[in-house]
């Protein structure tokens, strides 16, 4: 069964951290480009960043940039988003994402990498709230 499973989410006070992380079963993710989106209520799911499957040159949303860091474990099977300075703003389910070879493509040549419809798996979320 092809299955993605977030963990990490919680509560935090402003200015905080948290460490949520995205793990595979039934496939590998060696391969894969993996992007985390998030939706906070009442607004459209937005990308966040993304790793290609070489794992060079990141991409974060200008919202998070020099805050967030993603990174990938391949012997875990497992994708992290490293999230610091935690802001009410960034309060939403954050999902986790396999993207296509258009995705890889995309991130190779600089492009924007979150069209939704270039993904394949999703996970099911994790709850992140960042309030006082």
């Known amino acids: 069964q092809v299955q993605l499973v977030e963990s990490g989410g919680g509560l935090v006070q402003p200015g905080g951290s948290l460490r949520l992380s995205c793990t595979a079963s039934?496939?590998?993710?060696?391969?894969?480009?993996i992007c985390w989106f998030r939706q906070a209520p009442g607004k459209e799911r937005e990308g966040v960043s993304c790793i290609s499957r070489f794992d060079d040159s990141p991409v974060y949303a200008d919202a998070v940039k020099g805050r967030f860091t993603i990174s990938r474990d391949n012997a875990k099977n497992t994708i992290y988003l490293q999230m610091n300075s935690l802001k009410p703003e960034d309060a939403a389910v954050y999902y986790c994402a396999t993207g296509s070879h258009r995705t890889n493509y995309k991130l190779h040549m600089g492009l924007d990498p979150f069209e939704e419809d270039d993904f394949d798996s999703w996970g099911q979320g994790t709850q992140v709230t960042v309030s006082s």
């Open positions: 039934g496939f590998t993710l060696d391969y894969k480009a």
